[in-house]
């Protein structure tokens, strides 16, 4: 039987400290549950292309993403330095997919594009950095 109190993923016994998408969730899984999402999303860093725009179902999940995210960090719970790292990663992460399709929305001149493509790009690139030193 499994304890309400533990993380819905098989195998782990951690204390819960969010949900995310119907699933409660530990930190580690949370982050975890977070970049699939945001990968998922994000295929190749393509969102700058018309194409690929965010739906309004994920810019919906990365809303309750972002939010999770804060509710953690202003939680009284102790993190340390590669866990806040993360939840910065991701939180900057879900504001430039709802950014990216603001942005969109809003332009009216190829000068705002080149801007928010070059945004992305730099974002696209603190990820990256990002994900290499959470891996090592």
């Known amino acids: 039987m499994h304890n309400p ?3 819905d ?3 782990c016994a951690r204390p819960v400290i969010t949900t995310f998408c119907k699933e409660a969730l530990c ?3 949370f982050c975890s549950r ?3 999402f945001l990968n998922g999303t994000d295929e190749r860093g393509q969102l700058s ?5 965010p739906t309004t179902e ?4 990365a809303d309750e993403c972002a939010r999770r995210t804060l509710d953690i960090c202003m939680s009284k719970m102790l993190l340390n330095n590669l866990e806040r790292a993360r939840l910065l990663d991701i939180l900057l992460w879900c504001g430039d997919l709802a950014g990216s399709s603001g942005a ?4 009216s001149s190829s000068i705002s594009e080149i801007s928010e493509r070059g945004r ?6 603190r990820r990256e950095t990002s994900r290499i030193a959470i891996r090592n």
């Open 5 to 7: 109190e533990c993380c």
């Open 9 to 11: 993923r098989r195998g």
């Open 27 to 29: 930190l580690d899984h």
């Open 49 to 53: 292309m018309a194409s690929n725009s």
């Open 58 to 61: 994920q810019i919906q999940t």
């Open 104 to 107: 969109k929305k809003n332009s």
């Open 120 to 125: 992305h790009q730099e974002s696209a690139s």
């Open 34 to 36: 977070s970049y699939e």
